[in-house]
């Protein structure tokens, strides 16, 4: 299975018409936005499906690695603004009502699932698909993409978890500064600024971001789950409960199966194949 670079065919016709992608091979869930003729601009119909996808690759254990990417040239470019317009005339439903029935819980799964998380960036991440990206755990993104908060420019304030990820990863002056002056930041300018992991170029895109998923799902997932919760809750706690939360997260995976198996293979002076539990 492989993840679409910009210089990939778009995808097959079986998959065409669906607004959401996923795929499941090697323990690693590819989940892939599929609305390349709109940038993969978020309609109600992608938000609901990108929804149901993460909640399943949450839920299965044989899934022990998620990748979430974009079909096409653009990894995603936020809200659909002509479902926004059309939605503002009719009065059916605002951006609070999406924010909090759609985007909020979309993110929380994307920085929460006990399962580690790969933003391949394929293309121009911008609004709430800069933030989705900004939840996962690795981002890597092609030399010719570019990042862009971009809601001031459309007169808005900040959502899917922006004010919270941009902070931790910049600052909160650096933060306000690329929230209130919208632009678009280039692969390596946002590599140095620490809001990707890793650049590389097309036609190295797709076999490095298969590298690393497939490493990933094959670790050992418990461990990698409980990282991310102790990050998290210290990122916004005293030490004293941070080091409570880590004692609790060591004794967990102290009594995991993989963490049997490692000590076994390290004193069988053998690599351990780990069961994800």
């Known amino acids: 299975m492989t993840v679409p670079n910009p210089e990939m065919s ?65 990894f995603c470019v936020g809200q659909d603004l002509k479902e926004h317009v059309a939605d503002l005339r009719s009065g059916d439903t605002t951006l609070a009502t999406t924010v909090t029935e759609h985007y909020n819980p979309i993110v929380t799964l994307l920085a929460t699932m006990n399962k580690p998380v790969v933003a391949a960036v394929n293309g121009v ?10 939840a996962c755990d690795v981002r890597v993104i092609v030399d ?33 500064d690329l929230l209130m002056f919208p632009r678009t930041i ?9 809001l990707v992991s890793r650049v590389v170029t097309a036609d190295d895109f797709e076999r490095v971001v298969t ?20 990050v998290a809750t210290s990122a916004g706690t005293d030490l004293a409960t941070a080091l409570a939360h880590e004692a609790e997260l060591m004794g967990l995976t102290g009594r995991s199966a993989d963490h049997q198996t490692a000590v076994d293979a390290f ?11």
């Open 144 to 176: 010719s993409a570019g990042l862009n908060t971009a809601f001031a420019g459309i007169a808005l304030s900040c959502d899917s978890g922006a004010s919270w990820s941009l902070p931790r990863l910049v600052g909160p002056a650096r933060a306000k």
């Open 10 to 74: 778009p995808p097959p016709d079986s998959v065409a018409d669906t607004p959401l992608d996923l795929t499941v091979t090697d323990g690693v869930a590819w989940v892939r936005l599929n609305r390349p003729d709109a940038m993969n601009a978020l309609d109600r119909a992608l938000k609901v499906a990108l929804l149901d996808a993460l909640r399943t690759a949450a839920d299965d254990p044989a899934i022990r690695c998620v990748v979430l990417t974009g079909n096409g040239r653009a």
């Open 186 to 194: 280039p692969a390596d300018e946002a590599l140095s600024l620490g």
């Open 125 to 134: 991440a911008a609004g709430a698909g800069l933030s989705f990206a900004l």
């Open 267 to 277: 004193l069988a002076k053998e690599k351990p194949t780990f069961a994800g539990r």
């Open 211 to 230: 590298e690393l998923a497939t490493t990933l799902a094959a670790g050992p997932t418990l461990a990698y789950g409980s990282i991310r919760r102790a």
